[in-house]
T-cell receptor, first 113, second 114 residues
Framework: QKEVEQDPGPLSVPEGAIVSLNCTYS??????FMWYRQYSRKGPELLMY????GNKEDGRFTAQVDKSSKYISLFIRDSQPSDSATYLC?????????????FGKGTKLSVKP | KAGVTQTPRYLIKTRGQQVTLSCSPI?????VSWYQQTPGQGLQFLFE???????NKGNFPGRFSGRQFSNSRSEMNVSTLELGDSALYLC?????????????FGPGTRLTVL
């Protein structure tokens, strides 16, 4: 079993829909959870960063962490065509250590006008 | 403030050759990390440098090496290229060595090995 599993999609939704992106993981020691957005021909950019369990909201984006189920989610409300990108989850046991970041393979999202 | 820059953006090489990729971090950032991204394996950590010292290394063969200069610019080198080395190589910089949640990625170098 891979440490981090993420459905590659592609996921296609109409503009205005609520999008749910998910990752599951097997390492119960993970404490730091991140979501990155990667546009075509660009590097990933950090969207959300959360520690331990709970929710975090930033504008139209909400990140949820359920450590008991080893499951994290990213919700996008009122999705826009500009949200079309690949979304990568990442997680680590320790804060701030790039070498310990484990990434999912990414979910490709397409928001149709 | 300029972002992370990587050169070249695209590269085509043949098996057995070697290649050097360059990364200029955001001004003031002292930590540089390198990643390999492929459709099959996703994003995988190669190595991390801080103040010219390698702090961490991923699970890649010794053909992959890197270095960091006093101005924080970094290079990575791949020797004896294999077809499987075809990938997007991403560089990320952060202010400190302990700020993975605040790292900024460059656009990457797309390497194709024929």
């Amino acid at each position: 079993q891979k440490e981090v599993e993420q459905d590659p999609g592609p996921l296609s939704v109409p503009e205005g829909a609520i999008v749910s992106l998910n990752c599951t993981y097997s390492n119960s020691a993970f404490q730091y959870f991140m979501w990155y957005r990667q546009y075509s021909r660009k590097g990933p950019e950090l969207l959300m960063y959360t520690y331990s369990s709970g929710n975090k909201e930033d504008g139209r984006f909400t990140a949820q962490v359920d450590k008991s189920s080893k499951y994290i989610s990213l919700f996008i409300r009122d999705s826009q065509p500009s949200d079309s990108a690949t979304y990568l989850c990442a997680m680590s046991e320790k804060a701030g250590s790039q070498g310990n970041l484990i990434f999912g393979k990414g979910t490709k999202l397409s928001v149709k006008p | 403030k300029a972002g992370v820059t990587q050169t070249p953006r695209y590269l085509i090489k043949t098996r057995g050759q070697q290649v050097t990729l360059s990364c200029s971090p955001i001004s003031g950032h002292r930590s540089v990390s390198w990643y390999q991204q492929t459709p099959g394996q996703g994003l995988q950590f190669l190595f991390e440098y801080f103040s010219e010292t390698q702090r961490n290394k991923g699970n890649f063969p010794g053909r992959f090496s890197g270095r960091q200069f006093s101005n924080s610019r970094s290079e990575m080198n791949v020797s004896t290229l294999e077809l499987g080395d075809s990938a997007l190589y991403l560089c990320a910089s952060s202010l400190y060595a302990t700020s993975a949640n605040e790292q900024f990625f460059g656009p990457g170098t797309r390497l194709t090995v024929l």
